[in-house]
Nanobody
Framework: QVQLVESGGGLVQAGGSLRLSCVASGRTVSINAMGWYRQAPGKQRELVATINRSGTTNYADSVKGRFTISRDNAKSIVYLQMNSLKPEDTAVYYC?????????????WGQGTQVTVSS
């Protein structure tokens, strides 16, 4: 009922910047919060940042002050601006949508986009 497509990953040197985008399609009117998660090799997937329809944001401590999440509700796009990147930010980044109706509550995930930060 919802499809998520991420873009914007790549290879960047430490200290550099990248901007990730995630476009949602389908029943986007039922999407509540959207967010970004990441998974590094050998590690569990972890929250990076979330934003709800009102614009309230939440960040992992490790990215506070460096990453900014934003959202265009009209276009159903969520962005993640990543500045001052560190090698430990290297991971596959996944877009997430919290889909809710009166009858259904489920999470949707994108296919992931690789971010690699070289030292």
């Amino acid at each position: 009922q919802v499809q998520l497509v991420e873009s914007g990953g790549g290879l960047v040197q430490a200290g550099g910047s990248l901007r990730l985008s995630c476009v949602a399609s389908g029943r986007t009117v039922s999407i509540n919060a959207m967010g970004w998660y990441r998974q590094a090799p050998g590690k569990q997937r972890e929250l990076v940042a979330t934003i709800n329809r009102s614009g309230t944001t939440n960040y992992a401590d490790s990215v506070k002050g460096r990453f900014t999440i934003s959202r265009d509700n009209a276009k159903s796009i969520v962005y993640l601006q990543m500045n001052s990147l560190k090698p430990e930010d290297t991971a596959v980044y996944y877009c997430n949508a919290d889909f809710r109706t009166l009858a259904i509550s489920r999470q949707y995930w994108g296919q992931g986009t690789q971010v690699t930060v070289s030292s």
